[in-house]
């Protein structure tokens, strides 16, 4: 597993499709293009991933180098695996600071870890095909009745209005 180092490794896979999403975190992932350029971005035909934690999201250094540990670490144990691609993982939204009250908690640690995990499993499952994604935009929805209050052309009585004053 190789590691995105340069912004343009960053920003290109970025620029790539969101593939998974939890409460926290979200994972890029954009196909390698060795050919398509003299100097390619990504040298070899490998996994390669970055992370991406904003001090907008982790204020403390501490807690921004423990959970890019954790993510470099879930990404690279055993079980997991990840196609040959670039990949970015990137922190969403913050960690509350009540609940995790250390910079850097096993409790934090096993928390991110966890999340990582599930991140990683829902980028594992195949991704519906345009089929079942149209299926699922068809499927029919409650449709508001025109009868029905707050409705365009609904017979429900207004409120009345005041009558306006004016002196002559």
Request: a positive charge.
């Amino acid at each position: 597993m190789q590691r995105l180092q340069t912004r343009a490794q960053f920003q290109a896979v970025l620029a790539g499709a969101t593939v998974a999403r939890t409460a926290h975190f979200a994972l890029h992932r954009c196909a390698l293009d060795l050919a398509s350029s003299a100097q390619p971005l990504f040298a070899s035909d490998d996994v390669w991933l970055g992370a991406m934690v904003p001090k907008r999201w982790a204020r403390r250094a501490v807690t921004r180098n423990a959970i890019k540990r954790q993510i470099y670490a879930v990404s690279a144990a055993p079980g997991v695996v990840l196609p040959r691609a670039a990949h970015v993982v990137r922190l969403r939204s913050g960690f509350d600071r009540k609940e995790f009250v250390s910079a850097s908690s096993d409790k934090l640690k096993a928390a991110v870890r966890a999340e990582l995990q599930q991140l990683l499993e829902r980028a594992a499952r195949p991704a519906p095909s345009p089929r079942e994604r149209s299926e699922r935009e068809r499927s029919p929805r409650p449709a508001i009745s025109p009868g029905s209050p707050g409705s365009p052309g609904s017979s429900a009585p207004s409120a009345p209005s005041a009558p306006s004053s004016s002196s002559s």
